[in-house]
T-cell receptor, first 116, second 119 residues
Framework: AQSVAQPEDQVNVAEGNPLTVKCTYS??????LFWYVQYPNRGLQFLLKYITGDNLVKGSYGFEAEFNKSQTSFHLKKPSALVSDSALYFC????WGGGATNKLIFGTGTLLAVQP | GAVVSQHPSWVICKSGTSVKIECRSL??????MFWYRQFPKQSLMLMAT?????????EQGVEKDKFLINHASLTLSTLTVTSAHPEDSSFYIC???????????????FGPGTRLTVL
């Protein structure tokens, strides 16, 4: 069965410092991985995805993620955090068991708090 | 970019009434739409997948007769919570897949969500 794990409920970082939000995955097929961000009382916004190709994926708002096959990880990173980056971040993986339905399986989310 | 809207953004209703939530893809054709439910400080739980012109596929444990989904056109899907009760209070989010996007790439675009409160 496909799954993603976000081991940290919350990550605290000072503004200007680099940030990392962790995600590990387990899939039976090719790992199609995604990161989404959710601001309070809002839907999810797409940040980036890994389908194939370079292991370092660049996305929106200066975020990037590194796909590591040996460690089955897809950590989200940003070199310099902003207070406005404070939000809930979700890692997701394509559910290959769903056939052509394109279901996504979401992690439990990590709350990023950036202190000024 | 692809935009998905939801209406209403929030709704308060009395127990026993039905509530309809609309999900629209504004600038693309959504062959598939998904409905999620999110409890406070929790992840998204997929409720059902709907394909235009066919019956929705519900996830295990989701009551079909309680959460009616209609995907009558390529730009509109509706979720009706029938005979709502306080335990149905939640944040409901829809997403839509661009019909022109490669199937495997999972290009899903999310709506802003609807906050349902049942008194």
């Amino acid at each position: 069965a496909q799954s993603v794990a976000q081991p940290e409920d919350q990550v605290n970082v000072a503004e200007g410092n680099p940030l990392t939000v962790k995600c590990t995955y387990s899939v039976s097929g090719n790992p199609y991985l995604f990161w989404y961000v959710q601001y309070p009382n809002r839907g999810l916004q797409f940040l980036l995805k890994y389908i194939t190709g370079d292991n370092l994926v660049k996305g929106s708002y200066g975020f990037e993620a590194e796909f590591n096959k040996s460690q089955t990880s897809f950590h989200l990173k940003k070199p310099s955090a902003l207070v406005s980056d404070s939000a809930l971040y979700f890692c997701a993986v394509r559910d290959w068991g769903g056939g052509a339905t394109n279901k996504l399986i979401f992690g439990t989310g990590t709350l990023l708090a950036v202190q000024p | 970019g692809a935009v998905v809207s939801q209406h209403p953004s929030w709704v308060i209703c009395k127990s026993g009434t039905s509530v309809k939530i609309e999900c629209r893809s504004l600038d693309f054709q959504a062959t598939t739409m998904f409905w999620y439910r999110q409890f406070p400080k929790q992840s998204l739980m997929l409720m059902a997948t709907s394909n235009e012109g066919s019956k929705a596929t519900y996830e295990q444990g989701v009551e079909k007769d309680k959460f009616l989904i209609n995907h009558a056109s390529l730009t509109l899907s509706t979720l009706t919570v029938t005979s709502a009760h306080p335990e149905d209070s939640s944040f409901y989010i829809c997403s839509a897949r661009d019909g022109l996007s490669p199937v495997d790439y999972n290009e899903q675009f999310f709506g802003p969500g609807t906050r349902l409160t049942v008194l």
